[in-house]
Structure formats: C-alpha cells, structure tokens
C-alpha cells in the first residue's frame, strides 16, 4: 500500500519531472515583482510620534533627530493635520511640561501640554486616532520614569501617579493610552480605572517588552527626560532576553492590555516574531530615535540612500510581524507609497 509523502504535492512534481527551478522569472520587472510581493507596506500600518510643548507658535527642531520638532499645541494641529492628510490613521503624544517636581504630577494635569493637545485634535482634525503615551519620566526633575525613594523607583505609587495620567488622557478624548514606564501592574491598574471612569472605550497599547536599549539618546533630548542620576535597567529588560519578554506580553495582556508593543525595533525584530507567533495579537514596534538618527546622519553623509534605506528598514518590521509600526518617518514614508 503506498503512503503519502509529507513533502508538498509541488516539490514531488518537481523531483519527478526534474524541472530547472527559476526563481528569476518572477524578479524580472517591477510589475512582476509587486504581483508577489509578501510583505507590503501601507500608511494604515504608521503612527506618528509628536512633541507637545507649552506657549503658542512654537516650533523648535530637535538637535539630534532632523526633521523632528518640539511643537506647541496649534502646530501639533498643523502637523497632525498634515499627516492625516498623508494618509496617516493616528498620531503618538509626548509631552514636555512648563515646570517638574519629583512626582512627576503634571502628567495627569488637564490643563497639561497633551491633554490640550488631545482636546484641540478631536476638535480640529476629526477622525484622527490619538494615542499618548503614558510614563513620568517627562514630568518628573529627576527625569526618572517613577517616584523614586532615594535612587529606588517605589512600583506601587508609581503606578496610581500613571493610572492618574492616563484617566486624565481619557477623559480629554484620547483613543488609546499607551503605558510605557514598565512598573509591574501598571496595564491591570490603567484598565481598572478607566473602566471604573466610564471610559471602558478606550484602548491601551502596552509597551510590554521595552528593552534598556542605547538607542533612546536623541528622544531624551526631544523630551527632556534624561534621569538625573543611575539608569533604567531596574525596570527596563535586558536586551539579552527573549523569553522574559514573552513572559511580560502574556502579564500584559491578562491584566487587559489590547496592543503590545516592542521597544525598539530593528536590533529586537526576533522578539517583535516571537511576540507575533506566541500570541497572534496586534502586535507594536516602535522604530525609536536612534535608530531613526543612524539613517539620517548616514544620509547626510552620503553613505546610504536614504528614501530606500527608509523602506528596506520599515518593510523589515513589518516583515518581522509588526501590524504597527511607530516611526519618526511616518510623513515621509506616506508621501513615499503614495
């Protein structure tokens, strides 16, 4: 009695007739090569960070990071508008406060930097997705992203000041609050109080596997949130570290986080797969500043071509698994594919 071979009903065809493979045949012209393309990029697929700062007209770029500006609420409409425009479905805020005090308070301020930034989105550029990131290393002096006794981040209090920080984005309209401190606990506890709110609409994008990464230098600058004293290895993973991440996605999402992402991207695209693969859910990465700064200053030196670098490293994030992906070129890379 014959058994059926395990190998596909294509490759058995192939051993038997002996034909030449070609695989050049489906290279050979453009149209060809879109026809098979596997992984396709589309504006659908970005967010766009932005810099929201206090004062009116303001506009300052962001040393390290070309292109990328600190900009006052009526510019973030400009900006926001523009990229909506560009096809864009959503905007990333960060925010930089008049003034700073250890517990990081103004983060949950109403009348802080991003809640009027939320507020003048919904009302100026309708249908636009707004996220806003959620930490207190923006609000705090010591620029550490909780409260901190001595050189310790103390969790638990942290996490009420970030629950505080995200209610107060709710309830100025935002979409989804994105929690991006890493305390433990910090997604149950945001859920718990927007559900409690009335806000139970609202969505929270995890930054569930966010790596103590050498490649957030220029954001720091662009939000002003370099900690005064020690590093965040306390609670930010080991870039050595794929299992424990898996570990950090599955707490995230039991505790009701409904996106995950991975922070950053390009040296972590093994973990955004694994992340993908474990769970099959939407699944983040955020291409971070450093990783944006390398390309621009590589092609401002005339070592890459920049619009196909651009491409090559966005479509490799996608192709990793990411359904989102956060990017300083978000602008550029929909005028590019439009």
Known sequence: MATKTSEPHVRTSRAILDLPQRPRR????????????????????FLYPLFVIPGEGERREVGSMPGVYQRSVDEIVKEAAAAKSDGLPGVLLFGLPESKDPAGTGASDPEGPVQMAIRALKREVPGLLVVTDVCLCEYTSHGHCGIVDGEEIVNDSTVEELARAA?????????????????????????????????????????????????????????????????????????????????????????????????????YLDVISRVKQEF?????????????????????????????????????????GADIVITYYAREVARALA
């Open 280 to 320: 099959g859910v939407p699944t983040a990465a955020y291409h971070v500043s450093g990783e944006y700064a390398m390309l621009k200053a590589a092609a401002r030196n005339g070592w890459i071509d920049e619009p196909r670098a651009m491409m090559e490293t966005l479509t490799s994030i996608r192709r990793a």
């Open 26 to 45: 489906l290279r050979r012209s453009a149209a060809m090569r879109a026809l098979v393309r596997e992984t396709r990029l589309s504006p659908d697929n």
């Open 167 to 267: 209610l107060s984005h709710a309830a100025a309209g935002a979409d989804i609050v994105a929690p991006s401190d890493m305390m433990d606990g910090r997604v149950g506890r945001i859920r718990e109080r927007l559900d409690e709110a009335g806000f139970s609409q609202v969505a929270i994008m995890a930054y569930a596997a966010k790596y103590c990464s050498a490649f957030y230098g220029p954001f720091r600058e662009a939000a002003d949130s370099a900690p005064a004293f020690g590093d965040r290895r306390s609670h930010q993973m080991d870039p050595a570290n794929v299992e424990e991440a898996l570990r950090e996605v599955a707490l995230d999402l039991d505790e009701g986080a409904d996106i995950v992402m991975v922070k950053p991207a390009i040296t």
